[in-house]
Nanobody, 125 residues
Framework: QVQVVESGGGLVQPGGSLRLSCAAS???????????MGWYRQAPGKQRELVAT???????NYADSVKGRFTISRDNAKNTAYLQMNSLKPEDTAVYYC????????????????WGQGTLVIVSS
């Protein structure tokens, strides 16, 4: 089985910055490869939305609402993705979830759309 754990959320003031981390790991066998990793968020009363994604090769995609402010990156050796969030706005307040897709583990098993438990980000004065 594969687990994804987010960390780094918290309370920040408007205009501030926050860095989220997403670590994927195999509970029994190690991860060999992860094709895609991404960040999603769900604000109160709203549907979950894509924030940013990144492939193993480094191709990124961002929601228009975060372009120029957020940066997604990953360390393939650590099976970890990051989300650097700058110039935060109250509208960014949400639970942020990490997703890992096409996770290949030792032995040939593949897991699709593995989700983390989420980390809460609150942007408020």
């Amino acid at each position: 089985q594969v687990q994804v754990v987010e960390s780094g959320g918290g309370l920040v003031q408007p205009g501030g910055s926050l860095r989220l981390s997403c670590a994927a790991s195999g509970s029994i066998v190690p991860i060999i490869n992860i094709y895609g990793m991404g960040w999603y968020r769900q604000a109160p009363g709203k549907q979950r939305e894509l924030v940013a994604t990144i492939t193993r090769g480094g191709t990124t995609n961002y929601a228009d609402s975060v372009k120029g402010r957020f940066t997604i990156s990953r360390d393939n050796a650590k099976n970890t993705a990051y989300l650097q969030m700058n110039s935060l706005k109250p509208e960014d307040t949400a639970v942020y979830y990490c997703n890992a897709d096409r996770v290949v583990v030792l032995g040939g098993g593949t897991y699709f759309d593995v989700w983390g438990q989420g980390t809460l980000v609150i942007v408020s004065s």
